[in-house]
């Protein structure tokens, strides 16, 4: 079956992306190989490291690099980062994540859609982080985001869905591929964001914490994949509040 995921004219085999901020630079190989990703999420810190190892020395070629604008708090700054990460050779697909609030980790909605509009003019592939709001991603959207992609929860709690029918209201009204990142936690909260209609789904610390973060790469590249499997599937609708038995209960008992 040919079902590709579409992003900034590029298609992509896997729907699950891997975030790279909490992960030690020897594990990256395995856990890449073992999730089977194709694009892979980093920060500018991690790649520009002066006389050290850079994280980049850890991707396979051929996986898609998407920097994200970690650190900013304003527009500006999210377009000044993604301009170095493009200079240090990581494309021009950007993650944007403009931050003010320092105790919760919720992304600024608001100074999101300013720097999609400056990003996008600058010929960057938009895929900006935020709170799921129907009105912010219309105009996300309008402002040229290639995707958008609402929290599940905040960044690193592993809660999963706690947005789950806003992140829905979005896939019904959004003619984008809604990806979900952040508060995943577990395989199975991949698998029912995917059977939701999710695009793909983003995890991070969930396989970072991991006692062997390379079977939990693999459990979520399955997770995803059966997701959206039951998807495509278009499982049938509960029809009555009773049990209804799967088989006749009629006429085997009949002479």
Do not use: H, W
């Amino acid at each position: 079956m040919n079902d590709q995921l579409l992003l900034g004219g590029r298609a992509f085999g896997s729907r699950f992306i891997l975030g790279s901020g909490k992960f030690s630079l020897e594990f990256m190989n395995a856990v890449i190989e073992s999730g089977g990703t194709e694009m892979i999420t980093l920060a500018l810190r991690r790649a520009n490291l002066k006389g050290n190892e850079s994280i980049l020395d850890y991707i396979p070629k051929g996986v898609t690099l998407l920097p994200n604008t970690s650190g900013a708090r304003t527009a500006e700054e999210a377009l000044r980062i993604a301009r170095l990460a493009r200079e240090l050779g990581c494309g021009d697909f950007i993650k944007i994540e403009v931050i003010k609030d320092s105790k919760y980790l919720l992304p600024d909605n608001f100074e999101t859609i300013r720097a999609i509009e400056l990003l996008t003019q600058g010929g960057f592939i938009a895929l900006p982080y935020m709170y799921p709001d129907l009105e912010a991603a219309r105009r996300m959207r309008d402002a040229g985001a290639a995707a958008i992609m609402p929290l599940g929860a905040p960044i690193g709690t592993n809660k999963g869905l706690l947005t789950r029918e806003f992140i829905k209201i979005l896939i019904d009204e959004i003619d984008l591929p809604i990806i979900v990142d952040a508060g995943i936690g577990r395989p199975s909260q991949a698998c029912e964001a995917m059977e939701l209609g999710c695009a793909a789904v983003m995890a991070n610390t969930a396989i970072a914490t991991a006692g062997n973060v390379a079977v939990m790469a693999r459990a979520f590249k399955l997770a995803v994949e059966a997701g959206r499997a039951a998807f495509l599937a278009k499982p049938g609708r509960i029809l009555a509040d009773y049990a209804e038995a799967s088989s006749p209960l009629t006429g085997f008992l009949e002479d």
